[in-house]
């Protein structure tokens, strides 16, 4: 299952972020597999996709980070899934 994770990083936080990603890369739990990301040009947002089949493996790797950026997680499908779904057959 893909997840549209969004990281509000704090105005003073950028630079632990980025730290930390430096020296600890990602964090992420065997399982959890990140797809792709994007960040605003302001540098206060990071749109992320994770992919896990185990939801509490996302779970804790947003609790390695939660300390520097708040989140919110949307489990999310592709256009053209959806698309799939709602085509009669």
Known sequence: MNFMVI???PS???QSIYERFREKGRMMPE???FVSSWVTADLSTCYQVMK???VTLLQQ???AWADLAE???QPVTSGSEVSKL???E
Request: charged share 25%; proline share 5%.
């Open 12 to 14: 003073s936080g950028i």
């Open 7 to 9: 990281e509000h990083f």
């Open 71 to 73: 989140f919110e997680i």
């Open 31 to 33: 399982g959890l597999e």
């Open 61 to 63: 790797w947003v609790a």
């Open 86 to 88: 709602s085509t009669p």
């Open 52 to 54: 896990t089949d185990d």
